[in-house]
């Protein structure tokens, strides 16, 4: 039954692979990071109208005593400066 059931409704295959519809860890509140991460920050960007992306900005750890303290204007100053960006893009889970 199994097959006959995937053959008619192939979004449960994509479904059953990719968990997509999972929020792992559970019970995790993502907006605060700094809870989880040392030096790290929750931003959001405007991708295109009625679009918005949650981002986690983390610094390096050799700037770790440079970021203790610091507010969210310190943080959106250096990603600005010349240090390099390292993006990464996580997946279609729905979580960071």
């Given at each position: 039954?199994?097959?006959?059931?995937?053959?008619?409704?192939?979004?449960?295959?994509?479904?059953?692979?990719?968990?997509?519809?999972?929020?792992?860890?559970?019970?995790?509140?993502?907006?605060?990071?700094?809870?989880?991460?040392?030096?790290?920050?929750?931003?959001?960007?405007?991708?295109?109208?009625?679009?918005?992306?949650?981002i986690w900005h983390t610094v390096p750890?050799?700037?770790?005593?440079?970021?203790?303290?610091?507010?969210?204007?310190?943080?959106?100053?250096v990603l600005g400066d010349?240090?390099?960006?390292?993006?990464?893009?996580?997946?279609?889970?729905?979580?960071?």
């Open positions: 039954s199994v097959p006959i059931l995937i053959r008619l409704f192939p979004v449960l295959l994509t479904k059953f692979v990719y968990l997509n519809f999972l929020a792992f860890p559970f019970f995790v509140d993502f907006r605060q990071p700094e809870l989880l991460l040392n030096n790290t920050i929750n931003l959001y960007l405007t991708t295109e109208p009625g679009v918005m992306v949650g750890g050799s700037r770790g005593d440079e970021a203790r303290g610091k507010d969210r204007k310190w943080y959106e100053e010349d240090h390099p960006v390292i993006i990464y893009l996580h997946g279609n889970g729905g979580t960071r």
